[in-house]
């Protein structure tokens, strides 16, 4: 389908990947809600708002709408999606990027950063796909987007390697993503008579956003030399073009779908 003058919310949109894939979408002619916390920048490894993202787009000719979204608040995320419906009248597209980073190992986790992180990497998501199914339904069907990562990979049964054992990461970010990937299939599933299509986009690779250096920039001093992510935005408006009813319950990698379909 073609995007002109639909409607898309993209969730964690006020810098890094969310904002590029923002940005490809309004170029493809999507009206685009960029949804994130984010109202001013508050330290200088996080550039980017909300409203500077909004920015861009109009600069370019598209059409944004800056919108507050706080994924691990269920009321936020509702009264999001109701101002988005009150200034354009539908949903088309969700796109699900918000994600944070816990480190450290289980034992030195604190008991209210994990449970942020499951509230903002898995339940937010899950209630934004609520949030959005009523208006996309009125729509005639719709496109859902979670971003996901190759941290969901299980990982199989060891003994393991010290390589294998040194990228962990981050402690709960990968296993939130794989129930993401679960979730998603089995809503493709539930969701495929009201043709919404729900489908789950990783970066192939390690993209540098503000949020992928930030535990390593040097907050007196940040590089702020960061990548575009231009094939996640790329792949996002091609599987957005698809047919809902036949494009749906998809695990693809950004650099695949635009080699395969020379974007």
């Not at 009321?75 to 980073?101: K, M, P, Y």
């Not at 390690?206 to 001093?221: M, S, W």
Request: hydrophobic content about 45%.
């Amino acid at each position: 389908m073609s995007l002109e003058n639909k409607v898309a919310i993209v969730a964690g949109a006020s810098r890094g990947i969310g904002a590029d894939i923002a940005k490809y979408l309004a170029r493809a002619g999507a009206k685009v809600a960029v949804a994130a916390r984010t109202v001013e920048v508050t330290d200088p490894r996080l550039p980017g708002t909300i409203h500077s993202v909004s920015e861009e787009i109009a600069a370019e000719g598209g059409a944004a709408l800056p919108v507050v979204m706080n994924l691990r608040d269920a009321e936020s995320i509702t009264g999001a999606v109701e101002q988005v419906i009150a200034e354009w009248g539908r949903i088309d597209v969700l796109v699900n990027n918000a994600a944070i980073f816990i480190p450290g190992d289980i034992v030195g986790a604190r008991e209210r950063h994990i449970e942020l992180s499951i509230a903002i990497n898995l339940v937010g998501p899950i209630i934004a796909m609520r949030a959005v199914v009523p208006h996309m339904r009125e729509a005639g069907g719709g496109h859902i987007i979670n971003v996901s990562s190759r941290g969901s990979i299980m990982p199989g049964v060891g003994p393991y390697t010290d390589d294998q054992i040194a990228s962990v990461g981050d402690l709960l970010y990968g296993p939130e993503k794989s129930g993401l990937e679960h979730f998603s299939q089995r809503q493709a599933m539930a969701l495929q008579g009201d043709n919404i299509a729900v489908n789950v986009l990783s970066p192939n690779g390690r993209v540098k956003t503000p949020g992928n250096l930030f535990f390593e920039n040097d907050p007196e001093n940040p590089t702020l030399d960061f990548e575009t992510a231009d094939d996640m935005g790329k792949a996002t408006v091609w599987m957005c073009e698809q047919d809902a009813s036949s494009y749906t319950g998809n695990i693809v990698y950004d650099e695949d779908v635009v080699r395969e379909h020379n974007l």
